[in-house]
């Protein structure tokens, strides 16, 4: 049965075992890098639980040389600029703002972008606390992002979501991703619940959350990757738009992001993955860094939980409709590939529904599907909407 649980962090070494009183998911750390997710039952002996699961990778990390990492990074600390891009939201604008201030990085500013803000509560808030801010009057999470890509320079630009919580060293794990690939565009990170407090936030876990199943190894897209994992699919295993950081200059030679596609389209999605997806085709190279942590509180209702997991369909087939429209030269690839995602979406072991359990509400997985179904239409007729905006 479905029981919610607590969200906690156990960070190793520590200095004495916590007591659980309730079930609850622990993020396990050591020396603040997560190496992986622990459920403990009330009673669990938390400490045993962690050596059994990850004692090799426990011990390999104690010497403390992932510290010394990072202290090395911050001692160069390139620019950064957050970026969040934000709708009506103020209170939980101000709770990432909160952790953004909040981050023990030495050389970093803030912009906000207010799309088509129906009051000004954001600006307030934004203003309030001394960071940049700025209006994008047209509607749509692309056209968001684009405004921030013409509000800044060339320095490196960290998206964060107005529902999300940056961890103290987010920042610095993010430059230490550019640090140690110098060659990339793209530096992820992997996003966890914020809480787990009620079954609809166990049952978007389940179903994936955020992380999709990228788990807490790093991990680099290149070219020199493309016969373990293809550009085209599964997709998106490169990170999500949640937590994502770019060099601005690779963010505008892919044409910045595609406005029919994101939050406030009819598409409700697809952006990043499309961003993404333009990157390797270009080329470029993604780090996917799991120590660069946020944590996302999910929809708490069963309803937003539906609306989410339709509109996830409706964005991934408008993702492809996206980069089919603009390279037909990809649709033989596609077809290719077609047969194993066709395969892997009835699978019940593989990544997509294996980790779900018994009481999972199975009508919303054929929501997804009915928004996969729609997608190729809602992207068309979200080109039809920006250019009209546009003329």
């Known amino acids: 049965m479905t029981q919610p649980m607590t969200v906690a962090d156990y960070n190793l ?9 309730e079930k609850s998911w622990l993020l396990v750390r050591v020396h603040t890098e997560p190496i992986g997710a622990l459920i403990a039952e009330p009673g669990t002996d938390v400490e045993a639980a962690a050596h059994a699961k990850f004692g090799p990778t426990i011990a390999a990390k104690l010497d403390g040389a992932f510290l010394r990492g990072r202290d090395a990074v911050l001692g160069s600390a390139p620019p950064i600029t957050v970026v969040i891009c934000t709708r009506d939201q ?11 201030l909040a981050q023990r990085y030495p050389n970093f500013a803030v912009l906000v972008v207010d799309n088509a803000p129906a009051t000004d509560a954001t600006e307030k808030v934004a203003r309030g606390r001394g960071v940049r801010y700025t209006r994008e009057p047209r509607p749509g999470l692309s056209n968001a992002r684009n405004r921030a890509l013409r509000e800044t320079g060339d320095e490196i630009l960290a998206w964060l979501d107005d529902d999300e919580v940056a961890d ?9 991703g550019f640090a140690e690939h110098p060659e990339a565009d793209v530096v992820t990170g992997v996003v966890v619940p914020a809480e787990l407090a009620t079954d609809a936030q166990v049952w978007f876990e389940e179903f994936g959350g955020h992380s999709k199943g990228r788990g807490f190894t ?5 070219p020199a990757t493309r016969k373990v994992q293809s550009p085209l699919y ?12 770019w060099k601005a200059a690779a963010a505008r030679a892919i044409g910045g992001f595609d406005p029919a596609l994101g939050a406030g389209t009819p598409a409700m999605g697809g952006e990043d993955t499309v961003a993404f997806t333009k990157v390797l085709l270009r080329g470029g190279t993604i780090a996917y860094r799991p120590a660069a942590l946020t944590r996302h509180v999910h929809r708490r209702d069963l309803a937003g939980l539906e609306r989410q997991l339709y509109g996830y369909g409706v964005g991934l087939t408008a993702a492809y409709t996206s980069l089919v429209l603009q390279r037909p030269s990809l649709i033989p690839r596609l077809l290719a590939l077609a047969p194993t995602a066709l395969r892997d979406l009835r699978n019940p072991q593989g990544d997509r ?21 729609r997608g190729p239409a809602a992207y068309l007729r979200g080109r039809r909407q920006q250019r009209a905006v546009r003329s």
């Not at 103020?90 to 953004?100: G, H, I, R």
Request: glycine residues 8%; without cysteine.
């Open 218 to 222: 790093a991990a680099v897209f290149s």
């Open 13 to 21: 070494p520590a200095a004495m075992k916590p007591d659980i009183s």
């Open 90 to 100: 103020p209170e939980a604008l101000a709770t990432a703002l909160d952790s953004v």
């Open 168 to 176: 103290e060293h987010w920042l610095a794990e993010i430059a230490r």
């Open 234 to 245: 599964p997709l998106p295993p490169f990170g999500a738009g949640a937590n994502m950081a």
């Open 353 to 373: 529904l294996a980790s779900i359990g018994p009481d999972f509400p199975m009508h919303i997985l054929a929501g997804n599907r009915r928004g996969m179904l």
